[in-house]
């Protein structure tokens, strides 16, 4: 089983946005793994999208994701509903983008946590933008 824990960071007086995602997990070479990217500036929800696409992005290029059951973990109440409905009326390109390799996945699940919880792929996402 395969952890991903994303989130993004903004600074809306900077026009600043990052992502960050921390990856756990027996199967992947060397573990865990941590990432953080600063993007174009978006709004946070564009934001935590994007932070998904990109881990399931980089976990594509290191393993088959038919093989592996990913356990997506999540701060964002929009993501959660937008993937387990497999719908979101403004974020719509991004659901389909992930959910195309999201079913690839031999089990994808979804799973809301909380900021605490998030704490490490919050700070990847900040240090993306204020390095």
Known sequence: MIWLTTDS??????????????????????SPIRYGQKIAFTDNHHGEFQAVLAGLTYLAGQTTLAAQTVVLQTDSQLVEQALTKRYAKHYQSEVRAILALSDQCQLFLVKRITDRQNRTAHQLARQAIYG
């Not at 007086?13 to 960050?20: A, P």
């Open 9 to 30: 960071a903004v600074d809306n007086e900077r026009c600043l946005t990052g992502i960050g995602f921390f990856i756990q997990g027996q199967q992947l070479a060397r």
